[in-house]
């Protein structure tokens, strides 16, 4: 396991997103395989939608064990560290009017994932490992996007990305 100091070496790229604030000020232009979208209602329904009907849920495909080799390991300083730098002050920053279309009761969505999204995404360069959804997440987000779902059933389907503009 990496130290501390390692991780955020390695993470710079990702520490410099979150911290120049400024997210989702630009349309998310990046070509692949992903199903973009732009309304946060859609969005949503994506990242909270759990009946499996259509697609699957979001959570199962990010963050299920199968999703992780059986040697990653979930370092509670990574967690410490994250907490002590307050998630380099990512949800004080500037978003464009995103995090106010993704309010769902009490909560706001986007904001709730991002933290999950940041911790985990921290993990993986602790553990010199990314999954090949992890990596697509964090490729999305470096290129202005927000990744929040899944359209279809695996291994069909595609990643579903919020564009803001």
Same mark, same amino acid.
């Given at each position: 396991? =990496?130290?501390?100091?390692?991780? %955020?070496?390695?993470?710079?790229?990702?520490?410099?997103?979150?911290?120049?604030?400024?997210?989702?000020?630009?349309?998310?232009?990046?070509?692949?395989?992903?199903?973009?979208?732009?309304?946060?209602?859609?969005?949503?329904?994506?990242?909270?939608?759990?009946?499996?009907? %259509?697609?699957? $849920?979001?959570?199962?495909? %990010?963050?299920?064990?199968?999703?992780?080799?059986?040697?990653?390991?979930?370092?509670?300083?990574?967690?410490?560290?994250?907490?002590?730098?307050?998630?380099?002050?990512?949800?004080?920053?500037?978003?464009?009017?995103? =995090?106010? =279309?993704?309010?769902?009761?009490?909560? +706001?969505?986007?904001? $709730?994932?991002?933290?999950?999204?940041?911790?985990?995404?921290?993990? +993986?360069?602790?553990?010199? +490992?990314?999954?090949?959804?992890?990596?697509?997440?964090?490729?999305?987000?470096?290129?202005?996007?927000?990744? +929040?779902?899944?359209?279809?059933?695996?291994?069909?389907? =595609?990643?579903?990305?919020?564009?803001?503009?």
């Amino acid at each position: 396991m =990496k130290s501390w100091d390692q991780v %955020t070496k390695d993470a710079s790229d990702f520490i410099s997103f979150l911290e120049q604030g400024n997210f989702f000020n630009k349309p998310f232009l990046m070509s692949g395989d992903y199903k973009i979208i732009t309304d946060a209602k859609v969005g949503i329904n994506y990242a909270t939608n759990d009946d499996f009907d %259509t697609f699957d $849920e979001w959570e199962t495909v %990010t963050d299920t064990p199968n999703v992780f080799p059986d040697d990653f390991e979930w370092n509670d300083k990574i967690k410490y560290k994250l907490k002590q730098n307050n998630y380099f002050d990512f949800e004080q920053k500037e978003f464009n009017g995103a =995090k106010e =279309k993704w309010v769902y009761g009490e909560a +706001c969505i986007l904001t $709730e994932l991002m933290y999950r999204d940041i911790g985990i995404i921290f993990q +993986c360069y602790a553990n010199d +490992c990314f999954p090949e959804i992890w990596k697509k997440i964090l490729e999305v987000y470096l290129n202005g996007g927000f990744p +929040c779902g899944w359209d279809d059933h695996l291994p069909n389907g =595609k990643l579903v990305v919020y564009s803001n503009n």
